[in-house]
């Protein structure tokens, strides 16, 4: 059996956000087949609980003590290149890291290396791979402009002083600024440097492990073998609730997640449901925003923001799942996990939610930002309860059957670390 290094520059637990779920689910059943896995964190929590693991894991886990000055591209990376050849692992699989964790590559070059992209990372430095000032999707990435990703970011000239020295001086984060500042500068990303050497470092990996076919076909200009492996569920967690919908209540509508992100398409959500409101149609919505949104509606309750242990439980409030985003959605484990608790699912048609529901047989794929189509859909899954069960049912067997955690680790990464190991 290997020995295996998990590097991830941003892991706490419990987590605040599903990539660590993601790495902790495969990290769990690599040691139940025998694998020898711990983990290597950061201990840096300014503006973020890096580090911060305040349960028994499976797997050990390593923390190394870093502050905002010492948390660089030179140091993160001969640290941990140190604490792993006293590991001396055949494997390091390097999780999530911002543009740090292309910085860090060079460092890792004695070992064979995977290296997974949960989201955008040093492809977009807000990770979102969206102009928010303009509006829409990007069309570049920092890899090929990072001069024009420099400018995104930073949209005035005294943006970059004033974020240099609001870390410097340790300012509270109100907005994750500072947070992605913090890594941009650490990581040297600003250097002519790291970008003249990004192509090259991201050549370095033996395998590269992303989420959907849209940031592969971007990231195969620079590692011939980039794979596709999608996100899963523990579908012994996440199961239908135990009674069918009581008859005659009124069905709920249910948008999870960070509901207050304007890319996770709330407003169109609102303005299809004030449609149907006036209507007389008879639903209620649920939301989980984490902060107050200033919206109001009869039928309306948002229930704040909601804790992985009680994820399953919240499902089963649901008779509809909405997963509404107008950003490309790496993956959008949402969807999967409304798969698996039996409920059907509205989700835009971009990004991984393309691959997860199948229109017309687990839910509906609509245009993005497409009001018409998510009242079009809403209105038919409300109105007929058969069709949601029957949508439901169909849903939950394609959970089981291609993204249960099992199959995913059994099908993917049990023949990757054979693969990586002895080749």
């Known amino acids: 059996m290997a020995r295996i290094a998990i590097v991830d520059l941003t892991f706490n637990w419990p987590p605040v956000g599903g990539c660590w779920v993601d790495l902790k689910e495969i990290a769990d059943r690599l040691v139940l087949a025998g694998h020898h896995v711990e983990l290597f964190a950061p201990s840096f929590q300014d503006y973020y609980p890096r580090g ?9 886990v390593h923390t190394i003590p870093f502050n905002r000055f010492t948390f660089n591209a030179y140091q993160v990376g001969s640290r941990f290149r140190k604490a792993l050849r006293d590991f001396q692992p055949d ?27 949960y989201a955008y990372e040093i492809i977009c430095i807000n990770l979102h791979y969206y102009l928010y000032h303009e509006g829409r999707v990007c069309d ?19 943006s970059v002083p ?13 907005h994750p600024a500072l947070h992605f500042s913090q890594e941009y500068f650490g990581s040297f990303a600003f250097t002519s440097h790291y970008r003249k050497n990004i192509r090259h470092w991201l050549g370095i990996p033996k395998t590269i492990v992303v989420y959907n076919s849209f940031i592969q076909d971007m990231l195969s200009k620079y590692n011939p073998n980039v794979r596709i492996i999608p996100s899963g569920v523990d579908t012994n967690r996440f ?10 209540r009124i069905p709920a509508v249910l948008m999870t997640g960070r509901v207050n992100d304007e890319l996770k398409g709330f407003p169109i959500v609102k303005e299809a449901c004030d449609r149907l409101h006036s209507e007389g149609v008879p639903f209620k919505l649920l939301i989980t925003a984490a902060m107050n949104m200033d919206v109001e509606a009869p039928y309306l309750e948002n229930l704040g923001w909601v804790d992985q242990e009680e994820l399953p439980s919240l499902y089963h409030r649901g008779d509809i799942s909405l997963v509404p985003s107008t950003w490309i959605e790496p993956f959008g484990i949402t969807a999967v996990e409304s798969m698996a608790t039996g409920i059907p699912v509205i989700a835009s048609r971009i990004g991984g939610l393309e691959t997860t529901t199948v229109d017309g047989e687990t839910g509906y794929l609509i245009p993005p ?32 059957e291609h993204f249960d955690w099992d199959v995913i680790v059994n099908k993917h990464y049990l023949p990757l670390i054979d693969e990586m190991v002895h080749t």
């Open 52 to 60: 911060k693991v305040e349960v028994d894991l499976s797997f050990p």
């Open 91 to 117: 494997l390091v699989f390097v999780g999530d890291g911002y543009h740090m964790k292309g910085a860090i590559l060079p460092y890792l070059q004695e070992w064979p290396v995977v290296l997974r992209f």
């Open 140 to 158: 570049g990435n920092f890899i090929e402009d990072p001069q024009r990703c420099h400018r995104c970011w930073y949209r005035s000239r005294l």
């Open 369 to 400: 930002g497409d009001v018409d189509a998510m009242t079009q859909s809403l209105r038919k899954l409300l109105s007929d309860a058969s069709l949601r069960q029957r949508l439901g049912a169909a849903g939950r067997k394609r959970a089981q």
């Open 162 to 174: 004033r974020h240099a020295i609001g870390i410097i001086a340790g300012v509270e984060d109100r």
């Open 239 to 248: 199961q239908p609730a135990d009674s069918s919908e009581e008859q005659g």
